[in-house]
Nanobody
Framework: QVQLVESGGGLVQAGGSLGLSCAAS????????MGWFRQAPGKEREFVAA????????FFADSAKGRFTISGDNAKNTVDLHMNNLKPEDTAVYFC???????????????????WGKGTLVTVGS
């Protein structure tokens, strides 16, 4: 099993920035990608961004493109999400996720990943 622990959530004003971090432990040798999903109140969980260890492929949801960046450290099994120009609609619980697949295109991680963290709340005030 893989355990994922997120950190860095909190309250930020619209237009501000916030960084999230996630560390994996356990059977990390099985991880080939890490990423982030979010779930806003009353909505389904949705894909935000992902990063593959092999090739360094990065994938972003349309809502994240141009505002969010994802970075990671394969050796440390960590992934960070840096969010800029935050909007009230970005308010959600953000979940770190990890996957054993190495996807090379969109339409792969969006449906979900193998392992999940418990989530960290991000609240964007207007």
């Amino acid at each position: 099993q893989v355990q994922l622990v997120e950190s860095g959530g909190g309250l930020v004003q619209a237009g501000g920035s916030l960084g999230l971090s996630c560390a994996a432990s356990g059977r990390t040798f099985s991880i080939n990608a890490m990423g982030w999903f979010r779930q806003a109140p009353g909505k389904e969980r949705e894909f935000v961004a992902a990063l593959t260890w092999r090739g360094g492929n990065k994938f972003f949801a349309d809502s994240a493109k141009g505002r969010f960046t994802i970075s990671g450290d394969n050796a440390k099994n960590t992934v960070d999400l840096h969010m800029n120009n935050l909007k009230p609609e970005d308010t959600a619980v953000y979940f770190c996720a990890a996957d054993s697949r190495t996807c090379v295109g969109y339409g792969c991680y969006e449906s979900g990943m193998d392992y999940w963290g418990k989530g960290t709340l991000v609240t964007v005030g207007s």
